[in-house]
């Protein structure tokens, strides 16, 4: 009797701790669910915010933090900006989204571009030394990358400087190589 009574113990442990883990696994993907909605809703807080900081100082004298709010665009969705001629060296722009932006002669030099979608971004005549290329997203659709300054590139993709280069980007030894005229209208092509 005590062994029967052991047993039906021993089975109901088992049922429990089976019973929880069918729990916790049938929870996992509310869990997950729950994790992406709470990290779009933090980027989009972190958007209105810097948004608030630019827009609050209008008008005002010095920076008023404009530059800080404006330097971390990381996530941010940039699709179809007009983003021509703007100055984000150095801008913490991972895993933002530049589907379709404008950004012909933007100063991205030393900016973090790492997992960035850049499908059909323009990035002619763009400065983009020293600039994180890591794990860029749709790199082969990118719409045009000539005249764009490639110099020490951290960590591009495999074969990303061989194809920018093959597309009229510049950088390294391509660079010296340019006969003067052709640097010429380059220099003439980022006046524009």
Excluded: H
Excluded at 107 to 113: E, S, V
Excluded at 142 to 156: C, F, G, H, P, Q
Excluded at 175 to 192: N, T
Aim: charged share 20%.
């Amino acid at each position: 009797m005590i062994e029967f009574f052991y047993n039906v113990v021993k089975l109901s442990q088992v049922v429990v701790v089976i019973f929880g883990a069918c729990q916790f696994w049938a929870s996992r993907r509310e869990r997950l669910a729950a994790d992406k909605v709470r990290e779009a809703q933090e980027r989009l807080d972190s958007n209105y915010q810097a948004w608030l900081v630019v827009n609050s100082a209008q008008g005002k004298g010095g920076s008023g933090g404009r530059i800080d709010a404006l330097a971390n665009l990381a996530n941010a969705s940039l699709k179809d900006a007009y983003l021509q001629g703007a100055i984000l060296s150095g801008a913490n722009m991972k895993s933002a989204n530049l589907e379709g932006a404008n950004s012909t002669a933007a100063q991205l030099d030393g900016a973090l571009l790492q997992g960035a979608f850049v499908v059909g971004t323009r990035l002619s005549a763009a400065n983009l030394i020293r600039a994180d290329l890591a794990e860029l997203v749709g790199l082969e659709e990118i719409a045009s990358v000539n005249y764009a300054k490639l110099d020490e590139v951290l960590r591009a993709p495999r074969g990303f400087r061989e194809w920018a280069l093959s597309q009229g980007a510049e950088g390294g030894e391509a660079a010296a190589i340019k006969s003067g005229s052709e640097r010429g209208f380059s220099e003439q092509f980022r006046a524009m």
